[in-house]
């Protein structure tokens, strides 16, 4: 195994840390834009075009991107993400608990 094979995927773990950052960029973008050009995405992505469309269409495939690909546009359109109620509230724990944590560090912090 490669020294960049071992970067990409660390031992337990689902994804490597270079594809979990470009996914979680991606999911950030597309939040914002309803229509992206999938020639800026690959830029983003450092991809070529062709990688970076078999990646987006592996996504949508597995079922982590709601979107549709326009090839003759050259498009990705995403479709309309709404959470339910039970992962509004997932959500809003995982933020609570982040800020509880903080909290915490701080008041042992300062105790100190």
């Known amino acids: 195994m490669t020294a960049n094979a071992t970067r990409q995927r660390a031992p337990g773990c689902g994804l490597g840390p270079i594809v979990r950052r470009a996914l979680v960029a991606l999911q950030t973008y597309c939040r914002i834009h309803q229509t992206i050009n ?9 991809m070529d075009l062709e990688a970076a469309e078999k990646w987006i269409t592996n996504l949508i495939l ?6 549709k690909i326009d090839s003759k546009a050259g498009t990705v359109v995403m479709g ?3 959470q339910s109620v039970h992962e509004q509230l997932v959500e ?6 982040v800020r ?3 909290l915490a560090n701080t008041v042992v912090g300062t105790a100190r």
Not at 92 to 97: A, E, I, M, T
């Open 92 to 97: 809003r724990s995982k933020q609570l608990s």
């Open 38 to 46: 999938t020639q800026l995405l690959a830029e983003r992505l450092n």
């Open 80 to 82: 309309t993400q709404t």
């Open 100 to 102: 509880t944590f903080m």
């Open 62 to 67: 597995n079922a982590r991107l709601n979107a």
